[in-house]
């Protein structure tokens, strides 16, 4: 498959164990902050949203923490699968800010080991 | 409904060609974005539509970049005079509008030789 990136910050981990992954932000008056997963080959896949007005969201084996003190985002998967391995990135949105778009962070690869 | 779809997937042109790549949004999806992501970073905004409208067209990179979508459906994006540094991933969009979740489709990867 097609690289996504070739010098990314890396995260290895062992299957089962948790992933947490970082990003700072720059915008404060964005409205929500997004993560999105990218597989080889593959466009950005939505994983979880979170409004600017929160501190915590949990999905299906994945939680996003928002710091607005600091401006940090920071991306929680448990028990790791080794289909969880891709770059993940965070992105930023402004509601109406032209049509919603995403203004993205630079990526993390997650690479899982079994 | 399968998706957005981008055609092609790979296009090789020669520096000077012009070259138009399609996105097929969500069938009920009114707005659609194109980005552009090159190897190692985030994908970067271009454009976007509502409907048939362009309505935000600032960040296309040159003027030698535009876009059409003009039955609020399918959507090309075309670049003439193709150089080198135009190489990378450009990618397809789709959302409702006021949505929060936007839909990638898997992209077309350009190389200018």
């Known amino acids: 498959g097609e690289s996504v990136g070739l010098h990314l910050p890396t995260l290895s981990v062992q299957e089962g164990d948790n992933s947490i992954i970082n990003c700072a932000y720059s915008?404060?008056?964005?409205?929500?902050f997004i993560w999105y997963k990218q597989e080889s080959g593959k466009g950005p896949q939505f994983i979880i949203d979170i409004r600017s007005n929160m501190d915590k969201r949990q999905g299906q084996r994945v939680t996003v923490l928002l710091n607005k003190t600091v401006k940090h985002l920071s991306l929680q998967i448990a028990a790791t699968q080794p289909g969880d391995s891709a770059v993940y990135f965070c992105?930023?949105?402004?509601?109406?800010?032209?049509?919603?778009?995403?203004?993205f962070g630079g990526g993390t690869r997650l690479m899982v080991k079994p | 409904d399968t998706g957005v779809s981008q055609n092609p997937r790979h296009k090789i042109t020669k520096r000077g060609q012009n070259v138009t790549f399609r996105c097929d949004p969500i069938s009920e999806h009114n707005r659609l974005y194109w980005y552009r992501q090159t190897l190692g970073q985030g994908p970067e905004f271009l454009t976007y539509f509502q409907n048939e409208a362009q309505l935000e067209k600032s960040r296309l990179l040159s003027d030698r970049f535009s876009a059409e979508r003009p039955k609020g459906s399918f959507s090309t994006l075309e670049i003439q005079r193709t150089e080198q540094g135009d190489s990378a991933m450009y990618l397809c969009a789709s959302s409702l509008v006021g949505g929060v979740e936007a839909f990638f489709g898997q992209g077309t990867r350009l190389t200018v030789v």
């Open positions: 992105a930023e949105m402004g509601i109406e800010n032209a049509g919603n778009m995403l203004t």
């Open positions: 915008n404060s008056a964005s409205d929500y």
